[in-house]
């Protein structure tokens, strides 16, 4: 192999950059010549790729973002989107792909693998912590201290207003944000897709909080049963009129920010070991971290996945939450 290219995809997610740096320059000190593809999908088929070199990844670690920039690709989805992709990696003499994305990214490299036999090996890069075959993905660690920063600040005005605020977080199908932030902030309430019905248990806990407590804050993921923050705020108003109600929705501040040391350890290790796959000769996986390990998932598993809500921390929330 002497040819490799490297391209983010689907949502974008902090610590993308670090895994972009890693494999470009963990290529280049293998002698391999490295391209960036922009755009994800959509560059590949335009060919918007350029040789990279170290200095292309300097002073990027700690940046939000891609460089490489992102895109869904509605062209790749199409059998002529995929010829034309191909016939542009293979006019560079690309031997072997790294895309860093989500499971969408994965199931588009599998269809692609029906006519183009070039290698490619996966990072998942999504904040939303929900692909199976990894304990992290790229994004998480800062999405979650983010959140926390931001709920923080939100508590310091609700303590002196003795307020109840209720605050969204990203997460359609996933809750693992919401779980990790809302334990992180002290949360009173967490609510969650994977658990149903916790929106009463919530208004259980209110209803029965410490008297003199100043202020409360109930986390909730976008994509909850109850059908998210306002909605949320709509029932505890008409259960408990007497208490002061706001709504927050963090919305996609939990995407962008330097990304936390955790993220930028994570994000180099899978890069490194991104490339080190393409020359084993590893082709449709996805690289993971599992128990502190590095480990490789093949796409077709590396699939989202809901995940049981995990009980023990459910139950702890319900202790520490008085
Ligand atoms: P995120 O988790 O942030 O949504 P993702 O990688 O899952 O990231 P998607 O938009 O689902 O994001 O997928 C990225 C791109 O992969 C799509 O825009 C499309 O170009 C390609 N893709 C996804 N599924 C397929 C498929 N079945 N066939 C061909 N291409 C696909």
Redesign the pocket.
Known sequence: MKTIAVFT???DSPGMNACVRAVVRTALSKELKVFGIRY??EGMIEGDMVEMDASSVANIIHRGGTILKT????R??TIEGRQQAKAELEKRGIEGVVAI?????F??AV?FSEICPIPFIGCPG?I?NDLAGTDYTIGFDTAINTAVEAVDRIRDTAESHNRVFIVEVMGRDAGLIALYSGIGSGAEGILIPESPNDLQVVLNRLANSRSGKQSKIIVVAEGDEAGGAFKVGDAVKANFPELDVRVTVLGHIQRGGAPTCMERVNASRMGYAAVDALLNGQSHEMVGIINNKIAFTPFKDAVKHILEPDKALLRMVSVLAR
Do not use: I, N
């Open positions: 995809s689907g949502g994800g999908y895109a869904r690709s509605k790749f989805m994305g989500g499971d969408g990214t199931r588009g269809v999504t939303d």
